[in-house]
């Protein structure tokens, strides 16, 4: 699994874990997260490794759903490129540090 891919699921579970079942975070936490692989959780679950994919699969698809209708991550991405873009614009000034400071703080 590509590191782009486990960051991006990792973004999206962290936005929307709470549309999940509570079956669902597990197996997304303990596969993502904490680096289980699937016979672990299997184990852990006591179900067959081919059920814990499954699962797996379809709620990567899930979030990838609710990502397309609700963009909550690519907003957050928009929102740390303008971040930096006023950084750099305003480096001069410590009034304008000072406000991004407290605007990267609600985050």
Do not use: C, H, W
Request: charged share 30%.
């Amino acid at each position: 699994m590509s590191l782009e891919k486990t960051n991006r699921m990792n973004y999206l579970f962290d936005f929307y874990q709470a549309l999940l079942t509570p079956k669902q975070r597990n197996y997304m936490s303990l596969y993502y997260l904490d680096d289980y692989s699937l016979g672990e959780i299997a184990e852990e679950f006591e179900v067959s490794r081919q059920a814990v994919y499954d699962n797996i699969k379809r709620t990567e698809a899930m979030l990838e759903q609710y990502e397309e209708k609700l963009a909550l991550f690519a907003k957050f991405e928009q929102r740390q490129q303008l971040l930096q873009t006023l950084k750099r614009q305003v480096e001069q000034s410590p009034d304008a540090t000072e406000t991004i400071s407290a605007l990267e703080n609600l985050e």
